[in-house]
């Protein structure tokens, strides 16, 4: 059996009893990856560089909206992963838009535009403590003009800021073993600190 615990900060009371019971019945750590989450309970504290770009980007008249437009988003999103990692999204993005008419309050889609082009997005995942980031993409465009910098500051500082936790999601590749040192860097610039997502086995 392989088991995945759930992380911490989606607790809504301590909650590891899962976390002893692997260890009785000597579960094997298999996987475990890296996530960067933000403490909203405490002001975060942006890096001078986040800071820099955040106003760039606002002075440049990029303007953030939530929309539906998934499937404008979906083509940034499907040419970056393609682009950087020759990967395709989870989700489709009918299956994207399918989950957000079953749970229009949870899966919530963060837009940014220079004048009438996105050029940046964040697909959030709300849950009742945690906001997650759960794909995340600018165009050439958006990356010169700072636009994710711009829309996680919205998000950190105004959206989700009655949360207790902004998930960034994982940096992490190869069951864990490689670490994406720049992403993780970027994470960190708004003061993202580490959280682990575990897979163990279980033998029968």
Same mark, same amino acid.
């Given at each position: 059996?392989?088991?995945?615990?759930?992380?911490?900060?989606?607790?809504?009371?301590?909650?590891?009893?899962?976390?002893?019971?692997?260890?009785?019945?000597?579960? =094997?750590?298999?996987?475990?990856?890296?996530?960067?989450?933000? !403490?909203?309970?405490?002001?975060?504290?942006?890096?001078?560089?986040?800071?820099? !770009?955040? =106003?760039?980007?606002?002075?440049?008249?990029?303007?953030?909206?939530?929309?539906? !437009?998934?499937?404008?988003?979906? =083509?940034?999103?499907?040419?970056?992963?393609?682009?950087?990692?020759?990967?395709?999204?989870?989700?489709?993005?009918?299956?994207?838009?399918?989950?957000?008419?079953?749970?229009?309050?949870?899966?919530?889609?963060?837009?940014?535009?220079?004048?009438?082009?996105?050029?940046?997005?964040?697909?959030?995942?709300?849950?009742?403590?945690?906001?997650?980031?759960?794909?995340?993409?600018?165009?050439?465009?958006?990356?010169?003009?700072?636009?994710?910098?711009?829309?996680?500051?919205?998000?950190?500082?105004?959206?989700?800021?009655?949360?207790?936790?902004?998930?960034?999601?994982?940096?992490?590749?190869?069951?864990?073993?490689?670490?994406?040192? !720049?992403?993780?860097?970027?994470?960190?610039?708004?003061?993202?600190?580490?959280?682990?997502?575990?897979?163990?086995?279980?033998?029968?």
């Amino acid at each position: 059996v392989y088991y995945k615990p759930i992380p911490h900060i989606y607790h809504h009371i301590p909650a590891e009893e899962d976390a002893y019971a692997l260890f009785i019945h000597g579960a =094997r750590l298999v996987k475990r990856d890296l996530t960067s989450t933000v !403490n909203l309970s405490d002001v975060p504290i942006f890096q001078h560089v986040r800071q820099r !770009n955040i =106003r760039r980007a606002a002075n440049c008249g990029l303007q953030i909206h939530e929309d539906e !437009n998934y499937s404008a988003y979906w =083509r940034i999103l499907k040419e970056n992963l393609y682009q950087r990692y020759g990967k395709q999204p989870t989700h489709s993005c009918d299956e994207i838009v399918d989950l957000h008419q079953k749970f229009p309050t949870a899966i919530r889609l963060f837009s940014c535009y220079a004048d009438d082009r996105m050029v940046a997005g964040v697909v959030v995942y709300e849950s009742r403590q945690v906001a997650h980031a759960q794909y995340i993409a600018s165009s050439d465009e958006g990356r010169e003009l700072s636009a994710l910098d711009l829309i996680f500051s919205h998000l950190i500082q105004d959206v989700f800021k009655k949360k207790l936790y902004f998930d960034f999601g994982i940096s992490t590749e190869q069951d864990g073993r490689y670490l994406n040192q !720049n992403l993780v860097f970027y994470k960190e610039g708004f003061g993202a600190g580490t959280v682990t997502h575990d897979l163990y086995e279980v033998p029968l």
